[in-house]
């Protein structure tokens, strides 16, 4: 992401930059010994747990777990990407950025990227221009007028209006001397059959420009005023729009979202509009495809609660599943990452009453009304199950089902403390034992986790606080709780005290992670090889990863006095646990062999083995206890 900044003016940004500057912009910091705290800004908490270390330049909140360096205050703050943060810091520092030091590829990129930005800015001009003006777009004015659009909406959101006819844009554009090339990119127009010449890709149309976050139009949407089909179409995916990442209206929603802590997803244009029209701006439209992954990513930058709004229970149903199953997709970095076990998005479905949408129901009962239901919207798993009673009712045979059908989401819930109170909820709601939802979930999850592969591991599950912050680790722990936790502690050891990683790279201490998350950013570390704990800050700029940045900041905060014999004691026993859990593992699998083979001599020499293996294991167990 950083690439079209050159490295050097990142560090001049980072040097010139002061976190404890940036953040007082936005939260009351009061200092606290080294550092400062205050009430986190991107969750709404009474007692403050977020933290800014001036020495180290990073913060964390130790509340929800975001936590990053100045650039990454900035995005979350701002809910911008890498470029745009740094861009803007270095506005705010005075650091000029010369587009010199690009090279000729990423130049030729950009420029692109801006051309299209720039051809799309005409092109909705031109659209809006027709819809106010054009004679022929009359039809087009009486239907917006009729839904109720105010001129406010339709310039705010600078409607338009594609012209019946074949190349009325395509003509318009040429004149402008922008060449058809990079009109046919921008998917506005398309190549005729016969390739002599091309087509406008939007006809006899209301056009619907899609804006980014930072209200630049990244494409369009256009509807038909007819029954001809389609009904809407969009632009193709070109170099600056990605639909799995756009959300309809964000631009004008963002600092609405931000202000009421959550944000209502609906379905399309209009009902986005309808929404806007009536004062209800911390709304968003998805534009017909399931919420994916990557939008629920954008939209947690901007609010703590979703709220997906649908005009009947199927939709809602069917979106719900794919919600869950996106949640458990994207989670299983968190799973695999316990500390970060979930990132807090709570998401409610709302299904209006029988033959409304959102604009019909507001129209009849008012904004305010509309609001209550999507306060009192369910949860996920409330509304699959009052579904699932509704379907199956709550016979014998209708609880079979309606637990069968719960099991899955159940399991994909990722927060130990979350999942058993909704497992207490349906088996009350039910009339069934909590322990045969328990062990229905626990069942499905064994097998999910499974299919996986082996190095995910599934939630410790024991206690909530089992976190990187928890420095009341037990050799025990250290030994049987799973190999994350101890990788977590060698990696704050990395940060918090520098001076071991000579030691780090000798023993060949990352060659034993099981982790694979916790490995990469592992070598992140070894590879930037910081020599004093200030370039943590540094280091944090080479993270893309929202979570890695977190945990990388949460560890690096943690003031633990750490010495060499201390240090390297623990290496070493961990390298030495690694090892011995290889051998255990090749020697089980020799055992199988042999007993597959009927082999009795070799089974008892290596039986023998694996009991000097775990006496040994015992021993240096037993050892680091006592040194505790
Ligand atoms: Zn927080």
Redesign the pocket.
Known sequence: MASFIPEEKISEIKNAADIVDVVSESVLLKKAGKNFTGL?P??S?KTP??TVSPDKQIFH?F????GGNVFSFVMKQEGLGFPEAARRLAKRYGVELPNKALSAEQKKKISQREHLFDLNRRAANFYHGALLKSPAAQKARAYLIQRGFSKDTIESFKLGFALDGWDHLLRYLSQKRISTLLLEKSGLILPRKNRSGYYDRFRNRIIFPIFDVNSQIIGFGGRVLDDTLPKYLNSPETMIYNKRRSLYGIHRAKDKCRASGTVLIVEGYLDLLALHQHGIENAVATLGTALTADQIKVLKRHAGQMVLVYDSDEAGIRSAKRCIETFWEEHVDFRREDVFREEKADTRILVLPAGHDPDSYIQENGSEAFLNLASNAAGIITFLMECAIREHGLTTEGKIRVISELQKPLAAVNDQVARSIYIQQVAERVGVSEAAVMERVRALGAIQYQQRGPTTRSPSGTDGHDSVLTRSDTADGLLTDGDSRFERRIIAMMLQFPDILPEINSLNVLEYFENDYLKSVAEMIVNLNPTTTEQISELICGIEDDGQQAMVAALALEDESWNKSGCLKLLRTYVDNRQQVRSNEWLEKQIMAAEKNNDQDLLITLLSQKQKLAERREKQKMALLGDK
Request: glycine share 10%; hydrophobic share 20%.
């Open positions: 986190c991107f969750h908490e747990s977020f909140c509340g929800c777990n975001t």
